[in-house]
């Protein structure tokens, strides 16, 4: 397995010192795609922003206490030797990211526990920015709590309906959110819609929910959609076949 040369950092449990938990991003997609990833709060910067994946292939990146971000996948993707290029869905500016990938996009997203590994870590998929590749979490290692599988296995752009529908070259390679689409207070949850008590789900945040019941839907979804793990380690997959 590839490993991101920026991180040569190993901690491990010794007494009440804390380790890093370790990342595992693997492609069961039939094409090649490139992650991209995008650290918060000034944490690491994991797999320098970006890298290309090939069908089977894994990569594993170690991650600080504290530390937060998102993973996502990239696809239909060109650069030139220098990293300059751009892709046709989740794209951000290079091979090595520098900002988020642009919507609709598939995100997982990380906290990390800042203390001790008994602490909890909070995780999600979120399809609140649209869907472009199936994508899953699940703990792995002896991790306690919850620690729950969050995903969406489902193929979402072969049953999007048409107002949501990105294409290229005849297919439909992305599925818009709802607040992409029509930017309106009640599908953004923003303006009179900005609190959970005035933002409702709508047909088509059903829709997503109906087809992956562990992912965000949209921007309120945190009761079915937010998981807990103390402890572990985690597996991402770029096309999940199951939970």
Same mark, same amino acid.
């Given at each position: +397995?590839?490993?991101?040369?920026?991180?040569?950092?190993? %901690?491990?449990?010794?007494?009440?010192?804390?380790?890093?938990?370790?990342? %595992?991003?693997?492609?069961?997609?039939?094409?090649?795609?490139?992650?991209?990833?995008?650290?918060?709060?000034?944490?690491?910067?994991?797999?320098?922003?970006?890298?290309?994946?090939? !069908?089977?292939?894994?990569?594993?990146?170690? =991650?600080?206490?504290?530390?937060?971000?998102?993973?996502?996948?990239?696809?239909?993707?060109?650069?030139?030797?220098?990293?300059?290029?751009?892709?046709?869905?989740?794209?951000? /500016?290079?091979?090595?990211?520098?900002?988020?990938?642009?919507?609709?996009?598939?995100?997982?997203?990380?906290?990390?526990?800042?203390? /001790?590994?008994?602490?909890?870590?909070?995780?999600?998929?979120?399809?609140?920015?649209?869907?472009?590749?199936?994508?899953?979490?699940?703990?792995?290692?002896?991790?306690?709590?919850?620690?729950?599988? =969050? /995903?969406?296995?489902?193929?979402?752009?072969?049953?999007?309906?048409?107002?949501?529908?990105? +294409?290229?070259?005849? =297919?439909?390679?992305?599925?818009?959110?709802?607040?992409?689409?029509?930017?309106?207070?009640?599908?953004?949850?923003?303006?009179?819609?900005?609190?959970? /008590? %005035?933002?409702? !789900?709508?047909?088509?945040?059903?829709?997503?929910?109906?087809?992956?019941?562990?992912?965000?839907?949209? =921007?309120?979804?945190?009761?079915?959609?937010?998981?807990?793990c103390a402890g572990s380690d985690y597996l991402i997959t770029f096309c999940p076949t199951r939970s």
């Amino acid at each position: +397995m590839d490993s991101d040369p920026t991180f040569h950092f190993v %901690t491990k449990i010794v007494g009440s010192t804390v380790s890093a938990v370790v990342f %595992t991003l693997q492609n069961r997609c039939t094409y090649t795609v490139w992650p991209g990833t995008l650290s918060g709060n000034g944490a690491a910067v994991l797999g320098g922003g970006g890298f290309e994946l090939a !069908p089977g292939g894994s990569s594993e990146f170690p =991650a600080p206490p504290g530390w937060s971000g998102r993973f996502w996948a990239r696809t239909g993707c060109k650069f030139d030797h220098a990293g300059n290029g751009s892709c046709l869905t989740g794209d951000c /500016g290079g091979l090595n990211c520098v900002g988020g990938g642009a919507p609709p996009v598939t995100l997982v997203e990380f906290t990390i526990a800042s203390g /001790g590994r008994n602490d909890k870590d909070f995780y999600d998929v979120s399809l609140v920015d649209g869907y472009n590749v199936g994508m899953g979490v699940r703990p792995s290692g002896n991790g306690s709590g919850d620690c729950q599988y =969050a /995903g969406c296995v489902a193929d979402l752009n072969g049953n999007c309906p048409q107002e949501l529908q990105v +294409m290229s070259s005849g =297919a439909v390679v992305a599925c818009k959110s709802a607040c992409e689409a029509f930017d309106t207070p009640e599908f953004c949850c923003t303006g009179d819609h900005s609190t959970p /008590g %005035t933002c409702s !789900p709508t047909q088509y945040s059903e829709m997503f929910k109906n087809a992956c019941p562990t992912a965000y839907s949209y =921007a309120y979804d945190d009761a079915s959609s937010t998981c807990t793990c103390a402890g572990s380690d985690y597996l991402i997959t770029f096309c999940p076949t199951r939970s």
